[in-house]
């Protein structure tokens, strides 16, 4: 049992290590781009907050991990609470950008005659600055429901100090805050689904109107709508990942080794973002380049150190 929690404990190392530097490196490309440029654009916008939050929800996760098995019955409400709640925003802003930045792709992308869409699709940006701000009311139902079930959970242990209730009341706050994390995850990953529905139905539609039209624009815009599926897949499934270790970590509690499958189920969830990033950075033509640079000069380097000159 010791290899497998030293194994899942390397995992989880090189996870982290290389989820914030993926992470700060999409968020140093653009910045130094908008330094460059004096502007920077909506998606390089979204790409360096969506980087910022995963770099949070990350170290987030770790904070969390000490507390849990470092300072287990040691832990303050009010750091409990400050934890709980750094994990809860980065968490909210993770999967809403992320979802964002598929919705500004469709409205990029697709195709479709309805007044509405159009209306939508000519202003995009509006759109998905009013879908972040609206997101900030599911955030602040959150942090209330989090809120609310501290309280009552505090409430409980001070009334009866027994370690046994204590213990047995604990593993009810834990569940239920997993509950409560699960269902406000499940908001985003309705909103994408739907996306990615409408997508393929853009694709299908715009293959049935250009069956008669130039092989050269139809297979230009079939492109756009294959990587932009591709990437929506790539993320669907990173997500669904996510989704699914929040689900068994409720099912893990009754059993005596919960913690190395506990610690199993957070290393398969902050595979979402770190492997979300990857397909960012792989789907982006500037990230692309700059990653390819950055890796072909540390090649150069390694080799200079590991054959120097007589």
């Given amino acids: 049992m010791g290899i497998g929690i030293l194994s899942i404990f390397v995992v989880f190392s090189l996870e982290f290590v290389i989820g914030n530097v993926v992470d700060g490196f999409i968020a140093l490309v653009n910045c130094v781009d908008l330094v460059k440029r004096r502007k920077i654009s909506k998606v390089d916008q979204m790409l360096i907050a969506l980087a910022i939050s995963r770099i949070c929800l990350l170290w987030s996760v770790v904070v969390n991990i000490l507390f849990s098995f470092a300072y287990a019955g040691r832990l303050s409400i009010q750091l409990l609470r400050i934890s709980n709640m750094f994990w809860v925003v980065a968490n909210h802003f993770n999967l809403w950008l992320s979802t964002n930045l598929g919705l500004f792709y469709f409205l990029k992308i697709a195709h479709f005659s309805s007044s509405i869409f159009l209306y939508l699709k000519w202003r995009v940006r509006k759109v998905v600055s009013m879908t972040l701000l609206m997101s900030l009311v599911p955030l602040c139902s959150h942090v209330f429901a989090i809120n609310t079930l501290l309280s009552v959970w505090t409430g409980a242990c001070t009334r009866n100090m027994s370690?046994?209730?204590?213990?047995?009341?604990?593993?009810?706050?834990?569940?239920?805050?997993?509950?409560?994390?699960?269902?406000?995850?499940?908001?985003?990953?309705?909103?994408?689904?739907?996306?990615?529905?409408?997508?393929?139905?853009?694709?299908?539609?715009?293959?049935?109107?250009?069956?008669?039209?130039?092989?050269?624009?139809?297979?230009?815009?079939?492109?756009?709508?294959?990587?932009?599926?591709?990437?929506?897949v790539a993320f669907l499934l990173l997500y669904i990942a996510f989704m699914l270790s929040l689900v068994m970590q409720l099912w893990f509690f009754d059993f005596v080794d919960k913690h190395l499958l506990v610690f199993l189920c957070l290393v398969t969830g902050i595979t979402f973002p770190l492997?979300?990033?990857?397909?960012?950075?792989?789907?982006?033509?500037?990230?692309?380049?700059?990653?390819?640079?950055?890796?072909?000069?540390?090649?150069?380097?390694?080799?200079?150190v590991e054959s120097p000159r007589p």
């Fill in 275 to 304: 492997g979300h990033s990857v397909v960012l950075v792989l789907g982006n033509s500037k990230l692309r380049r700059a990653s390819g640079i950055m890796l072909w000069v540390l090649g150069r380097r390694c080799r200079g």
């Fill in 163 to 232: 370690y046994f209730y204590c213990a047995m009341n604990s593993t009810w706050f834990s569940r239920h805050l997993l509950l409560i994390n699960s269902v406000f995850g499940l908001m985003p990953l309705a909103f994408s689904l739907a996306v990615f529905f409408l997508l393929i139905l853009s694709l299908w539609k715009h293959q049935m109107q250009m069956q008669r039209a130039v092989w050269r624009a139809r297979d230009a815009s079939t492109t756009a709508h294959v990587k932009a599926l591709q990437t929506g």
